[in-house]
């Protein structure tokens, strides 16, 4: 179950904390991503799997989420005699701050409209609730 926000703003959240908060990544997807980050050049799925000691297949389903969250992006190698491989580098950090303030003002406008409806619903259920006479 999530932590309720109050837990949350209690607890001392990292900036990498981001990744989990904001796209629910989980501790291997944040350990891909700073592999990635700290890697001089892009790293096809094996090099990261080797930096972050896991499987291939586990180290693949990570690259997926990171794509799919665009914390990552993937740029395909051709071989001069035909084939290619994909090499994973991380999106441009102002990109990534970008689209996650993008979601707070979303997420923040939501909940004020979520806490005005909250308001209205239970400020009219005072005014039409029958007032007990002694």
Same mark, same amino acid.
């Given at each position: 179950?999530?932590?309720? *926000?109050?837990?949350? /703003?209690? #607890?001392? *959240?990292? =900036?990498?904390? /981001? /990744?989990? =908060?904001?796209? &629910? @990544?989980?501790?291997? !997807?944040? %350990? =891909?991503? #700073?592999?990635?980050?700290?890697?001089? %050049?892009?790293?096809?799925? !094996?090099?990261?799997?080797?930096?972050?000691?896991? %499987?291939?297949?586990?180290?693949?389903?990570?690259?997926?989420? @990171?794509?799919?969250? &665009?914390? +990552? %992006?993937?740029?395909?190698?051709?071989?001069?005699? &035909?084939?290619?491989?994909?090499?994973?580098? $991380?999106?441009? $950090?102002?990109? +990534?701050?970008?689209?996650?303030?993008? *979601?707070?003002?979303?997420?923040?406008?939501? *909940? &004020?409209? /979520? +806490?005005?409806?909250?308001?209205?619903?239970?400020?009219?259920?005072?005014?039409?609730?029958?007032?007990?006479?002694?």
């Amino acid at each position: 179950m999530p932590d309720s *926000m109050s837990e949350q /703003l209690r #607890r001392d *959240m990292q =900036c990498e904390g /981001l /990744l989990e =908060c904001f796209h &629910g @990544l989980k501790e291997l !997807d944040k %350990e =891909c991503f #700073r592999a990635l980050v700290e890697a001089e %050049e892009p790293l096809t799925v !094996d090099e990261l799997a080797d930096a972050v000691d896991r %499987e291939r297949s586990t180290a693949y389903r990570a690259v997926q989420r @990171l794509l799919q969250t &665009g914390f +990552i %992006e993937k740029d395909q190698i051709n071989y001069d005699q &035909g084939g290619y491989y994909h090499v994973y580098s $991380p999106t441009d $950090p102002s990109q +990534i701050a970008d689209e996650m303030q993008r *979601m707070l003002n979303d997420w923040y406008a939501k *909940m &004020g409209q /979520l +806490i005005q409806e909250f308001e209205n619903k239970y400020e009219q259920s005072e005014s039409t609730a029958p007032t007990v006479e002694s």
